[in-house]
């Protein structure tokens, strides 16, 4: 079993900075993808940035330039810093990995989610 923990919401005004993190725990044999989604109130799920296991990166055009997506492949850890928030930003946020796990000796790769953290912005 894969869990994802996230880690670094909360409230900021805006232009300020928040930097989030998930990690994962389990039997895994490695993680390809790793991204962030976020869900504001009555909108649906969007993809914020994803980073795939060489390294390349993609961005949603409304934060590009203010997000950074980053990987730790030791510590099984995705990173979102967020700078100049908006008060659009205001979601909560969770984390999506693509793992490779074993499966009666196959592996085999599975999406996992975070429990999702809020992050507020005021204006």
């Known amino acids: 079993q894969v869990q994802l923990v996230e880690a670094g919401g909360g409230l900021v005004q805006a232009g300020g900075s928040l930097r989030l993190s998930c990690a994962a725990s389990?039997?895994?044999?490695?993680?390809?993808?790793m991204e962030w989604y976020r869900q504001a109130p009555g909108k649906q799920r969007e993809l914020v940035a994803s980073?795939?296991?060489?390294?390349?990166?993609n961005y949603a055009d409304s934060v590009k330039g203010r997000f950074t997506i980053s990987r730790d492949n030791a510590k099984n850890t995705v990173y979102l810093q967020m700078n100049a928030l908006r008060p659009e930003d205001t979601a909560v946020y969770y984390c999506?990995?693509?793992?490779?796990?074993?499966?009666?000796?196959?592996?085999?790769?599975?999406?996992?989610w975070g429990q999702g953290t809020q992050v507020t912005v005021s204006s």
């Open positions: 999506r990995f693509i793992v490779v796990v074993l499966t009666v000796g196959v592996p085999r790769s599975y999406q996992y």
């Open positions: 980073i795939r296991s060489g390294g390349s990166t």
């Open positions: 389990g039997s895994i044999v490695s993680i390809n993808d």
